[in-house]
C-alpha cells in the first residue's frame, strides 16, 4: 500500500469542458510523515491478519491513502466514491484514527442513517479496535431531543393530578394537553424509578418502557427549553453527561443534521461550531453518505411560519409575560413595563394579520390544486408583502431583545420550584419559535446580493386553509463554505454515489467544494460485468403517458419476472405503485408486500422468509428503498427500476434555482436534474450486486434512456453489467 503516492484524482474546478483532473498537491503528500504512514500500514496489517475471511481490495488501500493524505493536511479536503464492497468504513476509520491522534485532533464521523451510525458504533469500530489493538474512547452522538430533561419528567409527574398553576398558565404549566392516561402515569413512574436507580441512564432511544408517542415530546427539551446551569437537576442531566462524553471522546459518531446544527451556531468568539461539539478547528470530519449533504445543508437553512399557529402563540406568550411580570415582581423586565410590553406584542400580532391580509389580497388558490403554491419567480415577492415582513423583522428582533431579557430575570431568580422551571421553559421555547419567525421575515425583506443565487421564497396554503410562509436556500455552496470548508481541520466526503461516470463536477457545485479538493473515484471490486445484466426491454409505452405506461410495466412484470425469486422494484411516486397494483393478476399480487404496510423491518424479514421458503417475494417501494436496503444473495435477484428518476418540477426550490440558470443561458435539465437521476440510479443498482457471490439483473422500464439524447450519458455513466437493449 503506497501511502504518500499520488492517486488518481480529480480537482473540484477545471476549465469548461475538460474533466475534473488533477495531481494531488505536494503539500498535502507533505503532511503524511513517516510515522503516521508506519502507523496506517501496522494497522491494516493487523486488521488484514486478524479479520476473518479478509480479502485485500486495492480500491480499499487506495481509499486509505486518499484519506490519510486529506486529513493529514490542515484544511485537506477529499471527495471518495466509494461503491459497494470497497470497505469503505474500515478504510477511512483506518486512516482517520491515525491522521486524528498524530495531529491530537478529534475524529467524527457523520452519517445520513442510523443504521450507519449503529453499524459503526456497535460492529465495525469496536471490531476495528479489538483487531488493531488500538484504544480510543468513542461516543455516539445524539440531538438534544433525544435525551431525557429530568426537569421536564417532574414536571410532568407533578401535573399528572394538577391541570392549574397558580398562575393560570394552564396546560403550559403542566404539560399535559389532555387529562393523562393510566398507561401514561405508570411509563412516567417507571422511568423516574429506573433513573434514579440508575439502571436507565436517559437515553430516550432506549427506554425501559415503551414511550407513547405523546410522552416523548413532552420528556425531551430544546436548546430554548434548557435552563442550563440555573437548572435544579444539572448535575444530573443526560445531556451533560453525554456533552461531557463527547468532550472526553477520540471518536465521535454523530448524524449529518447534528453536526449542520452545531455548524450553524454561532460560538460567540466570531465563528461557528464548538457548540454542540468539538470546536471545527480540532475536528476531523468524515462525512459517509455524503450525497446526502447538499440535500440536508439546504434544509439546515429553510425557515417557515405558520400563520395561524403564530398568532396562537402569541396569544399564549402574553399570558406567559403576565405571569412572569408576577413571579419576578418587577415592574420593568428588559426596559418595558407590562403594559408596554402588552403593547409591542400587540403590534407584532397586527403586522401579521396585515401580512395575511396582503397574501389574501394578492393571491387566489387554485381551488382545483391538492396543495396550492404562490412562488415568487427569482425569490422576488410582492412589494407590499415585503413591506410587511420588514416591519415583522424590525418588531420581531425588538421584542427578541426584550423576550431574552424576561426569560433571564425568571431563570435568576433564587425560588426554585415548578413554576421558575416551568415559565423558563415555556419562554425559551417562545424565544425559540419568536427566532425561526425573525429568520423567515428577514429572508423574505432581505435583497439577495447581486449575481449570486437567489433565495427560494414562496406560500402554501395547508389543509386547513391556513397560510404558511417559507424561504430557504437553493444551494448549499454558500452555506458550507461558510461553516466547514472555511473552518475544519480536514474533510472527507464519501459514497457509493458522489460523481457521474467519474466526473464530479455536480457534486463539487452542489457543495461549494474548494478548488483544492482532491476526488477519487473508485472501481467496484466486484466483477459487474459477469455478475449481472442491466436490461432495457421493448416496452410500448413511455412515462409520459402514465396510464399506458402504468398498464405495459403491469404487464412485464407479470410475464416476466421470475415471482419465485425475490425481487425488488423501484417507482418514483406512490400513485403510480397502486396503479400497477390494481393492474397486476391476484396470484402475483398476492407475492408482493410494499412499503408503507408494515414496519420496514417486519416486511423485510416477511420477504426474507418467503425467498427462503422458496415461495418467491417482491417488495415494492419507492426512492428510500432504492438507497437505504440491503438484500444480499437470493433476497433479490432482480431490480426492477420504472422508470428515471426525474425530480418533481414544481418543487419551489428547485424550480428558483432552475429559473437563476436559465438567466444565465445554462440548461438546469441537463446540469441538475440529469445529473441527480444518474446518480439515484446508480444508488438503485447498488442494491443488486452485494458481494462477489450475488448474481441478478437490472430492469429498466424506461426507454427514454434509448430514445432521448441525455440517455446515452446516463448509460455510460451506470454500473458496467452487461447489457441487453431489446430494439423498439
Known amino acids: 500500500?503506497?501511502?504518500?503516492?499520488?492517486?488518481?484524482?480529480?480537482?473540484?474546478?477545471?476549465?469548461?469542458?475538460?474533466?475534473?483532473?488533477?495531481?494531488?498537491?505536494?503539500?498535502?503528500?507533505?503532511?503524511?510523515?513517516?510515522?503516521?504512514?508506519?502507523?496506517?500500514?501496522?494497522?491494516?496489517?493487523?486488521?488484514?491478519?486478524?479479520?476473518?475471511?479478509?480479502?485485500?481490495?486495492?480500491?480499499?488501500?487506495?481509499?486509505?491513502?486518499?484519506?490519510?493524505?486529506?486529513?493529514?493536511?490542515?484544511?485537506?479536503?477529499?471527495?471518495?466514491?466509494?461503491?459497494?464492497?470497497?470497505?469503505?468504513?474500515?478504510?477511512?476509520?483506518?486512516?482517520?484514527?491515525?491522521?486524528?491522534?498524530?495531529?491530537?485532533?478529534?475524529?467524527?464521523?457523520?452519517t445520513a442513517t442510523v443504521a450507519l451510525q449503529e453499524q459503526l458504533v456497535e460492529r465495525d469500530i469496536p471490531q476495528l479496535l479489538a483487531l488493531t489493538g488500538q484504544t480510543a474512547r468513542v461516543t455516539l452522538a445524539k440531538g438534544m431531543g433525544r435525551y431525557l430533561c429530568v426537569r421536564n419528567l417532574r414536571l410532568a409527574i407533578a401535573g399528572l393530578d394538577q391541570h392549574q398553576s397558580a398562575l393560570d398558565l394552564g396546560e403550559e404549566f403542566t404539560g399535559w394537553t389532555q387529562p393523562p392516561k393510566e398507561a401514561e402515569r405508570t411509563a412516567l413512574e417507571a422511568l423516574a424509578a429506573a433513573f434514579e436507580s440508575g439502571r436507565w441512564q436517559g437515553d430516550l432511544d432506549q427506554t425501559p418502557v415503551p414511550l407513547g408517542g405523546s410522552l416523548r415530546p413532552?420528556?425531551?427539551?430544546?436548546?430554548?427549553?434548557?435552563?442550563?446551569?440555573?437548572?435544579?437537576?444539572?448535575?444530573?442531566?443526560?445531556?451533560?453527561?453525554?456533552?461531557?462524553?463527547?468532550?472526553?471522546?477520540?471518536l465521535i459518531v454523530a448524524n449529518q443534521d447534528l453536526v449542520l446544527a452545531d455548524l450553524t451556531l454561532a460560538n460567540g468568539e466570531g465563528g461557528f461550531g464548538g457548540v454542540l461539539l468539538p470546536a471545527p478547528e480540532d475536528t476531523l470530519y468524515v462525512f459517509d453518505e455524503a450525497h446526502h449533504l447538499p440535500g440536508k445543508a439546504v434544509e439546515r437553512g429553510a425557515s417557515e411560519v405558520h400563520l395561524g399557529a403564530a398568532l396562537r402563540q402569541l396569544g399564549r406568550l402574553v399570558r406567559q409575560a403576565h405571569a412572569a411580570y408576577a413571579f419576578t415582581d418587577k415592574p420593568r423586565l428588559?426596559?418595558?413595563?407590562?403594559?408596554?410590553?402588552?403593547?409591542?406584542?400587540?403590534?407584532?400580532?397586527?403586522?401579521?394579520?396585515?401580512?395575511?391580509?396582503?397574501?389574501?389580497?394578492?393571491?387566489?388558490?387554485?381551488?382545483?390544486?391538492?396543495?396550492?403554491?404562490y412562488r415568487g419567480s427569482l425569490g422576488q415577492l410582492?412589494?407590499?408583502?415585503?413591506?410587511?415582513?420588514?416591519?415583522?423583522?424590525?418588531?420581531?428582533?425588538?421584542?427578541?431583545?426584550?423576550?431574552?431579557?424576561?426569560?433571564?430575570?425568571?431563570?435568576?431568580?433564587?425560588?426554585?420550584?415548578?413554576?421558575?422551571?416551568?415559565?423558563?421553559?415555556?419562554?425559551?421555547?417562545?424565544?425559540?419559535?419568536?427566532?425561526?419567525?425573525?429568520?423567515?421575515?428577514?429572508?423574505?425583506?432581505?435583497?439577495?446580493?447581486?449575481?449570486?443565487?437567489?433565495?427560494?421564497?414562496?406560500?402554501?396554503?395547508?389543509?386547513?386553509?391556513?397560510?404558511?410562509?417559507?424561504?430557504?436556500?437553493?444551494?448549499?455552496?454558500?452555506?458550507?463554505?461558510?461553516?466547514?470548508?472555511?473552518?475544519?481541520?480536514?474533510?472527507?466526503?464519501?459514497s457509493a454515489t458522489l460523481s457521474i461516470g467519474g466526473?464530479?463536477?455536480?457534486?463539487?457545485?452542489?457543495?461549494?467544494?474548494?478548488?483544492e479538493a482532491a476526488t477519487l473515484s473508485l472501481p467496484s471490486p466486484f466483477d459487474l460485468t459477469a455478475q449481472a445484466t442491466l436490461e432495457v426491454p421493448a416496452l410500448g409505452a413511455l412515462p409520459d403517458d402514465r396510464e399506458a405506461h402504468a398498464r405495459a410495466v403491469s404487464g412485464w412484470l407479470a410475464e416476466r419476472l421470475d415471482w419465485r425469486a425475490g425481487n425488488l422494484v423501484l417507482f418514483t411516486a406512490r400513485s403510480k405503485l397502486e396503479r400497477v397494483l390494481q393492474l397486476l393478476p391476484l396470484d402475483k399480487l398476492r407475492k408482493v408486500r410494499v412499503q408503507g404496510t408494515l414496519p420496514k423491518a417486519q416486511l423485510l424479514a416477511e420477504h426474507a422468509a418467503a425467498v427462503e421458503a422458496g415461495t418467491g417475494s417482491t417488495l415494492f417501494g419507492l426512492a428510500s428503498f432504492g438507497e437505504g436496503l440491503d438484500l444480499p444473495g437470493r433476497l433479490c435477484e432482480t431490480v426492477v427500476i420504472t422508470q428515471l428518476p426525474f425530480a418533481v418540477p414544481t418543487d419551489p426550490v428547485g424550480a428558483t434555482y432552475a429559473e437563476w440558470l436559465e438567466t444565465r443561458g445554462r440548461n438546469p435539465f441537463l446540469e441538475v436534474s440529469v445529473p441527480e437521476?444518474?446518480?439515484?440510479?446508480?444508488?438503485?443498482?447498488?442494491?443488486?450486486?452485494?458481494?462477489?457471490?450475488?448474481?441478478?439483473?437490472?430492469?429498466?422500464?424506461?426507454?427514454?434512456?434509448?430514445?432521448?439524447?441525455?440517455?446515452a450519458g446516463m448509460l455510460r455513466a451506470l454500473p458496467p453489467f452487461r447489457r441487453v437493449l431489446e430494439p423498439g
Open 382 to 494: 410582492p412589494d407590499a408583502w415585503v413591506a410587511q415582513a420588514r416591519l415583522l423583522h424590525r418588531l420581531g428582533g425588538e421584542l427578541l431583545r426584550w423576550l431574552t431579557a424576561v426569560r433571564r430575570a425568571v431563570v435568576e431568580m433564587s425560588e426554585s420550584g415548578p413554576t421558575r422551571d416551568t415559565l423558563a421553559r415555556e419562554l425559551g421555547l417562545a424565544l425559540e419559535r419568536l427566532d425561526r419567525q425573525c429568520r423567515t421575515w428577514r429572508a423574505w425583506s432581505t435583497p439577495d446580493a447581486e449575481g449570486a443565487v437567489p433565495l427560494a421564497r414562496w406560500v402554501t396554503l395547508g389543509a386547513d386553509q391556513q397560510l404558511v410562509c417559507h424561504a430557504s436556500a437553493v444551494s448549499a455552496a454558500t452555506l458550507l463554505r461558510a461553516v466547514l470548508w472555511e473552518q475544519a481541520a480536514a474533510v472527507v466526503l464519501t
Open 1 to 110: 500500500m503506497q501511502i504518500g503516492a499520488p492517486a488518481a484524482n480529480l480537482n473540484g474546478r477545471a476549465p469548461p469542458g475538460l474533466p475534473l483532473q488533477s495531481q494531488v498537491l505536494p503539500s498535502v503528500s507533505a503532511m503524511l510523515t513517516d510515522s503516521l504512514k508506519d502507523a496506517i500500514r501496522a494497522a491494516y496489517a493487523r486488521l488484514k491478519d486478524g479479520l476473518p475471511g479478509f480479502r485485500p481490495r486495492a480500491a480499499q488501500t487506495q481509499m486509505i491513502a486518499a484519506v490519510a493524505r486529506a486529513l493529514a493536511a490542515e484544511g485537506g479536503v477529499a471527495a471518495i466514491e466509494a461503491p459497494t464492497g470497497t470497505g469503505k468504513s474500515m478504510a477511512y476509520l483506518v486512516a482517520g484514527l491515525a491522521a486524528a491522534q498524530a495531529r491530537q485532533k478529534k475524529l467524527l464521523v457523520a
Open 218 to 250: 413532552m420528556l425531551a427539551t430544546t436548546a430554548g427549553g434548557c435552563s442550563g446551569r440555573r437548572c435544579a437537576y444539572f448535575a444530573v442531566c443526560p445531556l451533560i453527561a453525554a456533552r461531557r462524553a463527547i468532550g472526553e471522546a477520540d
Open 503 to 515: 466526473q464530479f463536477r455536480a457534486f463539487a457545485d452542489a457543495v461549494g467544494l474548494p478548488d
Open 677 to 711: 437521476a444518474t446518480r439515484l440510479l446508480v444508488q438503485y443498482c447498488g442494491r443488486l450486486i452485494r458481494s462477489e457471490a450475488d448474481r441478478g439483473r437490472i430492469v429498466l422500464l424506461d426507454r427514454r434512456v434509448l430514445t432521448r439524447r441525455y440517455g
Open 334 to 373: 428588559g426596559r418595558l413595563d407590562l403594559e408596554a410590553a402588552e403593547a409591542r406584542l400587540l403590534e407584532f400580532t397586527e403586522a401579521l394579520e396585515g401580512l395575511e391580509r396582503e397574501i389574501r389580497l394578492l393571491w387566489v388558490p387554485d381551488p382545483t390544486e391538492r396543495e396550492p403554491i
